[in-house]
């Protein structure tokens, strides 16, 4: 059975950081991608970056490159989000997905296991 929990979620002052951890387990990253979405109040579940076998890391927000590094622990069965330099548009429920091949979906759509979210907020 897959799953993926993520933790990490707060709230912090604009300029501050985070770290988001996804914990998976009942696959391996050989055969999937994993990635990190968003969702801001009102908007559209957004890619924020995403890891593959074929590509490694990728980031598919031009606002959070620089500010965000996705990276992994494979002994952990963890990913990862740095975010730093955070800013009130960064504010969203962050969700950890799968999905099973060797590419990082151009679709949000096309991941196939979820988890639960974890809240950031960024405010003053």
């Known amino acids: 059975q897959i799953q993926l929990v993520e933790s990490g979620g707060g709230t912090v002052q604009p300029g501050g950081s985070l770290r988001l951890s996804c914990t998976y387990s009942?696959?391996?990253?050989?055969?999937?991608?994993i990635g990190w979405l968003r969702q801001a109040p009102g908007k559209e579940r957004e890619g924020v970056s995403c890891?593959?076998?074929?590509?490694?890391?990728?980031y598919q927000v031009d606002s959070v490159k620089g500010r965000f590094t996705i990276s992994r622990d494979n002994a952990k069965n963890t990913m990862y989000l740095e975010m730093n330099n955070l800013k009130p548009e960064d504010t969203a429920v962050y969700y950890c997905?799968?999905?099973?091949?060797?590419?990082?979906?151009?679709?949000?759509?096309?991941?196939?296991?979820w988890g639960r979210g974890t809240q950031v907020t960024i405010s003053s």
């Open positions: 997905a799968a999905l099973l091949g060797y590419y990082c979906p151009t679709y949000v759509s096309r991941y196939n296991y």
């Open positions: 009942g696959f391996t990253l050989e055969h999937f991608a």
């Open positions: 890891f593959s076998t074929s590509e490694g890391p990728t």
